[in-house]
């Protein structure tokens, strides 16, 4: 599904974000990568819909060539994959549907989209979505009244109306309470078995990444250090992949 071909990325003030990365990420994979900060991993995650574009080597997508696709090709690339940001990147002052319904622009003509002239079909879905995360009920009210979580539920569902094969999640729970963390979890958990939509998500929690990953990926300064399944993460894994070791209360959660 997702292949990187001796991706490298050079930043313009001489920074090294990746180095030299080789993966293929297959499709339903759960996969959580975790690192300090700094590590790269907001820039791989970012690197696959080309919100940052690589220095060098390749991305490929189901079969194709995003780093090399033109602004046509990437629209229709994006498409597919939906990205989930610690912000929650909503326009607040739209209401829950609204924001849901921005999944679906890529669809659309720009003046339609403008005019907020979606079919029913897009309604529906939208709705449906929502019903996904637990807070269909809430459509019509203002995004700016959700709690955090809720907030990050209305994100999962746009993925979801988006009919994204991929989902992208960076730091997606970096700014909740732990409840709403687990809930949240379980949400990108549930829809990535029953939906089989391969989901990556960076974490700095250990614990989360051990219990809901199918597949762990460790980066430091760049390099992939581990990749394996959640079992063969050790706390001397986790000390290699933060280059220290690990105190007890971050393995039960702390933010490393």
């Excluded at 920074?15 to 900060?37: D, F, K, P």
């Excluded at 080597?57 to 046509?72: F, H, L, P, W, Y």
């Excluded at 229709?76 to 002052?93: A, E, P, T, V, Y």
């Excluded at 949240?184 to 829809?191: A, E, N, T």
Aim: overall charge negative.
């Amino acid at each position: 599904m997702i292949q990187f071909n001796n991706v490298s990325k050079t930043y313009p003030n001489g920074t090294i974000g990746l180095r030299n990365i080789n993966l293929t990420i297959e499709e339903g994979e759960l996969v959580v990568i975790v690192g300090s900060s700094g590590a790269g991993k907001s820039t791989l995650l970012r690197s696959i819909n080309r919100l940052h574009d690589i220095t060098d080597g390749e991305i490929q997508v189901d079969g194709k060539s995003i780093t090399r696709a033109n602004d046509r090709e990437l629209r229709r690339m994006r498409r597919d994959i939906g990205m989930i940001f610690q912000s929650f990147n909503l326009i607040k002052r739209n209401t829950v549907l609204n924001n849901v319904l921005s999944g679906r622009v890529a669809y659309h003509s720009t003046l339609r989209t403008m005019f907020g002239m979606f079919p029913r079909e897009d309604i529906e879905l939208s709705l449906h979505a929502l019903e996904r995360v637990n807070i269909r009920e809430k459509a019509y009210i203002r995004a700016d009244q959700l709690s955090g979580g809720q907030q990050q539920r209305v994100s999962i569902a746009r993925a979801l109306a988006q009919e994204a094969k991929i989902i992208l999640a960076d730091e997606p729970v970096a700014s909740l309470d732990p409840l709403t963390t687990r809930q949240v979890m379980d949400d990108l958990q549930r829809i990535n078995q029953d939906m089989k939509i391969t989901t990556i998500i960076n974490l700095h929690f250990i614990d989360l990444a051990r219990e809901y990953a199918t597949r762990i990926i460790g980066l430091r300064a760049g390099e992939v250090v581990f990749d394996g399944p959640p079992e063969e993460a050790t706390d001397e894994v986790f000390a290699e992949i933060y280059g220290r070791s690990i105190r007890h209360d971050e393995m039960l959660g702390g933010e490393v």
